[in-house]
């Protein structure tokens, strides 16, 4: 019995997680039925019915799948909400890891040191920009300024109002058809600017990373903190972002004009 491309999908995604293709394989397919043995789960995964008891033993140590020790032997996947509870604890416990040894990595100094104030970084992934934006906020002192074109993520909109309750001035508006609105998030002030010069110009002239880019967000952290961030093109090129540091850096002096009412 084949997979479906769901199932094959699903698959690929626990890999991610550290499982390995039969073992991914036979927990999907143990996941479609209330139990199996091993003959049954290789004609529901198309896993040799040989390496069925490898996997299964694996997924057993890793608590995914339970066994009862009958003639023959019979296996069942554990409830998907205990197995997402298990490969996060799995996943945090690596990440935990891999951060406690690179932390215990020597540093070594160069010579040659680039000065702040010229400071433009590109950052690519969906993921890895918005994880950029938390921090970004999370770690403001004064003043945020957002401006986004698609929507603001329920992750950024918490640390929008984490940043609120800590003091910190926050705005932030949002394009959409209808003009500028206020992202509906506790405590977070209207952005008040004039959004036509945004329109007008499109994506900044700085380290254009590709001529379909589309400008969705600006932000400037404490005036002295600035990202730029463009949308998939048609092409296929991932999510990109700018990041400057400095308060004379070109960038953040551009998005800083960019946010500032004009009746300031």
Same mark, same amino acid.
């Given at each position: ?9 699903? @698959? ?17 397919? $143990?996941?479609? /039925? ?10 529901? =995964? ?11 033993? /694996? ?14 032997? /019979?296996?069942? +996947? ?73 929507? @603001? ?34 405590? @977070? ?27 969705? =967000? ?8 600035? $990202? ?16 400057? +540091? ?6 953040? @002096? ?11």
């Amino acid at each position: 019995m084949n997979d479906t491309g769901t199932s094959a999908d699903v @698959v690929e995604q626990l890999q991610q997680f550290g499982l390995k293709t039969y073992e991914a394989q036979c927990f999907v397919a $143990l996941s479609r /039925v209330p139990q199996a043995t091993a003959r049954e789960i290789s004609e529901i =995964s198309d896993v040799p019915r040989t390496r069925v008891y490898d996997a299964v033993e /694996v997924l057993e140590t890793n608590g995914l799948v339970t066994v009862q020790h009958t003639n023959p032997q /019979v296996f069942r +996947a554990v409830e998907i909400s205990e197995a997402v509870d298990t490969l996060r604890r799995t996943y945090e416990s690596r990440l935990r890891s891999v951060e406690e040894s690179l932390e215990t990595i020597d540093p070594i100094t160069l010579e040659e040191t680039t000065d702040v104030e010229t400071e433009v970084w590109s950052l690519s992934g969906a993921e890895a920009i918005t994880t950029r934006i938390e921090r970004l906020l999370s770690a403001a002192d004064s003043e945020v300024r957002l401006l986004a074109a698609t929507g @603001v993520d329920d992750s950024v909109a918490g640390e929008l109002a984490a940043a609120a309750d800590r003091g910190v001035t926050t705005a932030a508006g949002v394009i959409d058809d209808d003009g500028l609105s206020t992202p509906d998030v506790p405590a @977070v002030d209207s952005l008040g600017i004039d959004v036509s010069p945004v329109d007008e110009l499109g994506f900044p002239p700085v380290a254009l990373p590709s001529a379909e880019a589309v400008l969705s =967000s600006l932000l400037l952290v404490d005036g002295r903190r600035a $990202l730029v961030r463009t949308t998939p093109t048609p092409t296929g090129d991932n999510e990109r972002a700018i990041c400057a +540091a400095g308060e004379t850096n070109g960038v953040v @002096v551009f998005v800083h004009h960019l946010l500032t009412p004009i009746n300031r």
